[in-house]
Nanobody, 126 residues
């Protein structure tokens, strides 16, 4: 079983930056292939894909709404995944969830995610 714990959520002004982190336990990235991703869910809306990164870290994917503003990265030696967010907008306000998918490929769809974190709240004020 894999546990994911997010951190870094906060209240930030529009135009600001924030870095989210996800710490994984129960399985080491160095020994097991796991694709990682970030999703978010705004009040009253469905959970949506934000960013994904391959096991090696060599490939990344982003939702159009965050492309050019967010950067996903991972450190397999530390079992961590990060989401650097800049030029934040009020519409980025949401609970952000770390997601993990067993094996290769990409965690770009909720239906393919095997493990979820409990989420961290990001609030962007105008």
């Amino acid at each position: 079983q894999v546990q994911l714990v997010e951190s870094g959520g906060s209240l930030v002004q529009a135009g600001g930056s924030l870095r989210l982190s996800c710490a994984a336990s129960g399985r080491t990235f160095m020994a097991y292939a796991m694709a990682m991703g970030w999703f978010r869910q705004a009040p009253g809306k469905e959970r949506e894909f934000v960013a994904a990164i391959s096991w090696s870290g060599g490939s990344t994917y982003y939702a159009d709404s965050v492309k050019g503003r967010f950067t996903i990265s991972r450190d397999n030696a530390k079992n961590t995944v990060h989401l650097q967010m800049s030029s934040l907008k009020p519409e980025d306000t949401a609970v952000y969830y770390c997601a993990a998918k067993n094996g290769l490929g990409y965690a770009t769809h909720s239906s393919t995610v095997d493990y979820w974190g409990k989420g961290t709240l990001v609030t962007v004020s105008s």
